[in-house]
């Protein structure tokens, strides 16, 4: 009778067993994707913002407020925005470049775009720091508008294939999502042509300096404000549903 209790227990001993369950492949897509979403909203969010504070301080300056401090503060403002949005998009390269490994093309302009945004940025930080520390700030603050346009200019076309990083399942949101980034990347190009523009007309003494920079800083601040708020909008949305 011992033997056949013992014969009797052993299928439930094998039945008790749980499956083995492999880990899921996933995981660690899935956190790369998060961090990246979360670097590049944070990224635009502060460029949309100091696109909105060289819009402030642009009209405070055109209203006849401190107009030199104005301007140079709106440049540093701008300068600062355009350098942050590249550090971040920089940050996460290894998989912005996976991302885009199939299409060179793609590539080319994401990486263009943010090594103008870069430089720009940093270079339009430091003009607009040595115009408010008195050296030559009539000159300075054109030539940082020549750069900063310039910068905007040449990475408006990477502004479309970044929002593409944004994984969403919803096509409705997808398409308005890329509409908007198009249109924002479509000002981007031609509010950097126009800054540009006004800061070589101030060079060749065609229109008040101050004046000119403030109208280049409120251009670029809008276009940096409607561009990092879609990108801040699209990645945002990608946090949400993960």
Known sequence: MGMNNESQEVPNTEAR???YQAP???????????TTAEVLTGGASLEAVGGAAAIVLA???LMGILPFYMAGIATIAVGGA??????AVAARWRDTVERFRVERNEELKVSGGIGTETLGGAGGVVLGILALAGIIPLVLLPVAAIVLGASVFLAGPAQPELAQLAVSGDRRF??????????????DILVGAGAAVLGILTLVHIGPPLVMTMVA?????????MSGGVLAARFGHQLRRA
């Open 17 to 19: 067993i749980p499956p």
């Open 24 to 34: 899921p492949r996933t995981s660690t897509v899935g956190a790369a994707d998060k």
């Open 59 to 61: 009209i405070v300056g």
């Open 82 to 87: 355009i350098l942050v949005h590249g550090l």
């Open 174 to 187: 997808e398409r308005a999502a890329t509409e908007a980034s198009r249109s924002a990347g479509g000002i």
């Open 217 to 225: 800083m409120l251009a670029l601040g809008c276009g940096l404000l």
